[in-house]
């Protein structure tokens, strides 16, 4: 990425945001509503990346920190009675707050260590919504009321359960997160995180202080992750522990593989990808996760680091 | 199916072709998918959609296959005597992978894409659950084959239906008095430590409290546990029943490990069926199982009472007299449980006739007229007994059956009757607005 590139980054995201604008109003149905959950998780997969992508470290527990987003939001409504911008904040603070504590604990660790510890964080965080079952749903999940889901600013309310206003309500997050990412990863800072990516303890010898460096990085990120919860459950109005389970913590890691780690726009494009691989596949066969296995073998033969990563090498450089 | 029509709908937009065109192609990386399809709604000659949330993949998947094939003789008769309100009935089918959040999705796939009139046919709680608020903002009537209690909890919505079979809450209550009366006074539960679990956990004390027996312990299994050995000694001695509902692959290890651990002088045995649906009650390992009783919705072995409604079921189905597939004895149904996917179509169809059914711009009609049936009586639409039906919490009520295995096979030793299950509605959905 060259600093005479800003203009093209700026204008590429900025086009792509006005591109999931538009299809808003061009879409069927049914992709419209696919495009609004899809925005959503691809913000999850945006927070993965910025750990990921950007600092290097492999993390197996984010479904933590979505789930966090996803509980403390949706307990907020359920259980507290709360607005939908206050169980939004609550979800997130949540997440940022879990985020600090998994990040103080597991940085103490790299490299596979890492995966382990923040896999098992992640396993502990599920088992403790099965646990308090009275309050979580346990393994059913619950429900957050249709009613409940309406955002009221004085005499004007939008009720999240319209479709148009979920879709804009999704792109709001992303093109806020998306944005935010690129400026992250454009600075100083976002600098750091890839010299510490690359070699961390030349970075160190340069200066820098790289736990503190990787905290923020694991708050960021798991603040990002648990927005994205957040605006799972209050859109979609479901909160259960399958978004805790471990599977969820490796779909954002394939979809930031897919679409490129590393790159603000991957997250966005693997998460599509996925998507419509298995909506398409698994209207033809139920072995749909073979076709899956066999499109992921394709791609990483043929775009080693991803389609935006690929692409980047290969072709344009300037790609954030 | 539907028609395939191309890219995009531009019916409803206020974009001029050119540049619909521009966008379209600023959006082919997200188009190349051949699903983005326009369908034509659905004219009053055309078939009745339902669409069919399937457990094809994931750990419901062998209740998946037989709740498809039940589902399929169900249709093939319903159309052979001429369909509902005169029009064919085709089943489209979308595997939800048995997850929650795919669920949800799928319901929305049938609500959007394929415009189904209705959406029908899944099992597994926390997907009925993951899929009501979707079923609800598409106003989509949602008729679920689940034995949970979430629908008669009442809160889901008013789209959601269960009247096909009953709920776990009324099962446990109608054999609370057959356990105290002939198995023991003193029991203990064995349960895995899930929400289906809690269901027995939460449901069984009370009701056998009303029978002047009870529940001495409680033992809570982890789903992820894979030998039991350590947890029989919290069994108290004076245990008269073991209460067990352990379910999944494990079953096969609890069972065996229970008789290692008891050997011949047991206590009475009561499980529920679901531990065993799919698996042969001959495998190596259940011979422990032996002379124990289990609750079963619909009988797995035929009976000889057998009416010819349930005969003609069976057949139907392709099933033989021991529960397994017609030719291949080795694939045991999930019987207990799939008699519910045929009983809530024709719950189903007798709704759409009753509301005069003609399309989706009908699916508020076909709630209310749901909601307004109270009783199905047992034939050939309801092959597993007559069942009443409370619209205003959207679940039916029937007969169970206690069966003891004997020989290598089940065989039913008592019926409960309706009102040993009915209980106090715990809420109304027809006060929500449609």
Known sequence: MSDASPVKAYALHLGVIALLFVLSFLLPEYYHGLLSRIMVLAVFAIGYNILFGYVGLLSLGHAMFFGAGLYGAGLAVIQLGWGVPLAFVSGIACGAVLALVI????????????????????????????????????????????????????????????PTVRYMSALALFSVV??????????????????????????????????????????????????????????????????????????????????????????????????????????????????????????????????????????????? | MADKNGFFDLSKTAFTRRTALKGLAAGAGLAVAPGFVRYSQAQSSAPIKIGFQSHRTGIGAAYGRWYEKTTAAAIKAINAAGGINGRQVEVIIEDDGTDPGRGAEVVGKFATQHKTDIVFGTLFSHVVIGSAPAAGENKMPYFVVSEGHHVASTKLNRYVFQPGITDVKSQIQSMAPWIAANAGKKVTQIFPDFAFGYDHRDYLPPALKAQGAEV?????????????????????????????????????????????????????????????????????????????????????????????????????????DNGAAVGDPKDVSTAAHMFGCWETLYVVKKAMEDAGYKGPEDRAKLVEATEALTAFAEGPEHPQGAKTFNGKIHQCFGIQNISKVEGGKLKVVHKTKIEDGLYEAEGDYTTQAL
């Open chain 1, 103 to 162: 990040g103080l604990l597991a940085l103490r660790t790299t490299g596979v260590a890492f995966m382990i510890v923040t896999m098992m964080f992640a396993q502990v965080f599920s088992l403790l919504i099965l646990y308090f079952a009275s309050w979580t749903g346990g393994d059913q999940g619950m429900v957050v009321p249709q009613p409940a889901r309406v955002l009221t600013f004085g005499a004007t309310s939008l009720d999240l359960t319209n």
């Open chain 1, 178 to 320: 998306l944005l935010i990412t690129l400026a992250i990863v454009r600075s100083r800072y976002g600098r750091v995180l890839i010299a510490i990516r690359e070699n961390e303890e030349r970075t160190k010898m340069l200066g820098y202080d790289t736990f503190s460096n990787k905290l923020i990085a694991v708050v960021v990120s798991g603040t990002i992750c648990a927005a994205s919860g957040a605006a799972y459950a209050l859109l979609f109005g479901y909160v259960g522990s399958s978004f805790a389970s471990v599977q969820y913590s490796i779909l954002p890691l394939l979809w930031v593989l897919l679409g490129g780690a590393a790159t603000t726009l991957g997250p966005l494009i693997g998460t599509v990808f996925m998507y419509y691989v298995i909506d398409i596949t698994s209207g033809y066969t139920s072995a749909y996760l073979l076709i899956v296995g066999i499109a992921l073998i394709l791609l990483v033969l043929f775009f080693p680091k991803g389609v935006l990563g690929t692409i980047r090498q290969r072709w344009l450089g300037w790609l954030p």
């Open chain 2, 216 to 320: 001495i312990a409680q033992i809570a299994i982890p789903p992820t546990e894979s030998s039991f050995t350590k947890y029989f000694p919290q069994i108290p001695p004076e245990t008269e029943v073991i209460y067990h509902v352990m379910v999944g692959p494990a079953v096969l290890t609890f069972v065996k490990e229970l008789g290692e651990f008891y050997g011949s002088n047991r206590p009475q045995l009561f499980g529920f069926i679901d531990s065993l649906e799919a698996t042969d009650i001959n495998s190596p390992g259940l011979e422990f199982l032996d002379g124990s009783h289990f609750w079963e919705g619909s009988p797995r072995y035929a009976q000889p009472d057998d009416s010819e409604a349930q005969k003609a079921y069976r057949t139907a189905v392709g099933i033989d």
